[in-house]
């Protein structure tokens, strides 16, 4: 199983700030990963496929970078409305897996 | 607009069974792969298991496997999750996914807001 470790676990920023969450794969997982958000009480939402690519509709604010086993998301500058929980995700082999996820908050 | 409304949660017994309903709306349904991921309270993301758009493959997590078992109904746009002896753990909130594309990616874009699933006694 793969295993994807994200972190920081929390990260603490202001709006206006650049955001950079990590998540790192127990073995290669090529470019095959993606990123989700998540707010309270709301479902998961599709930012970020295949690595790199934004998903529809998603602010260009948004961006993913890396392959093999080293992934970063980040958000050149935070909106109130950034504040979530997010998760990445890997396809590259069954069965599907998820990180912990990486809580950013208000600071 | 692609609409995924889970029904079917409630609370259950440890050992007993639960079949949760994922009605699908604002797509062909059976164009699409579809998934069932799950969220402990408090706790991350899950995948659970997956079925092609045909209904003739399918994946499951090894911690349901021969427990839970997802089959779709193309022609009542609805996908389903059989959950037989259940446990504990397995206590979470299951959302249903739809596939981005046609072509499965394993990528799930849009999520249902899940139903609720408690297994005590």
């Known amino acids: 199983e793969v295993v994807l470790t994200q972190s920081p676990a929390t990260l603490s920023l202001s709006p206006g700030e650049r955001a950079t969450v990590s998540c790192r794969a127990s073995q290669s997982v090529s470019s095959y990963l993606a990123w989700y958000q998540q707010k309270p009480g709301q479902a998961p939402r599709l930012l970020i496929y295949?690595?790199?690519n934004r998903a529809t509709g998603i602010p260009a604010r948004f961006s993913g970078s890396g392959s093999g086993t080293d992934f970063t998301l980040t958000i050149s500058s935070l909106e109130p409305e950034d504040f979530a929980v997010y998760y990445c995700?890997?396809?590259?082999?069954?069965?599907?897996?998820f990180g912990g996820g990486t809580k950013v908050e208000i600071k | 607009e692609v609409q995924l409304v889970e029904s079917g949660g409630g609370l259950v017994q440890p050992g007993g069974s639960l079949r949760l309903s994922c009605a699908a709306s604002g797509f062909t349904f059976s164009s699409y792969a579809m998934t069932w991921v799950r969220q402990a309270p408090g706790k991350g993301l899950e995948w659970v298991s997956t079925i092609s758009g045909s209904g003739g493959n399918t994946n499951y997590a090894d911690s349901v496997k021969g427990r839970f078992t997802i089959s779709r109904d193309n022609s009542k746009n609805t996908l389903y999750l059989q959950m037989d002896s259940l446990r504990a753990e397995d206590t979470a909130l299951y959302s249903c996914?739809?596939?981005?594309?046609?072509?499965?990616?394993?990528?799930?874009?849009?999520w249902g807001q899940g139903t609720p699933v408690t297994v005590s006694s």
């Open positions: 295949d690595a790199s």
């Open positions: 995700q890997q396809r590259r082999n069954w069965p599907l897996t």
């Open positions: 996914a739809k596939d981005r594309t046609t072509v499965t990616t394993y990528w799930f874009d849009p």
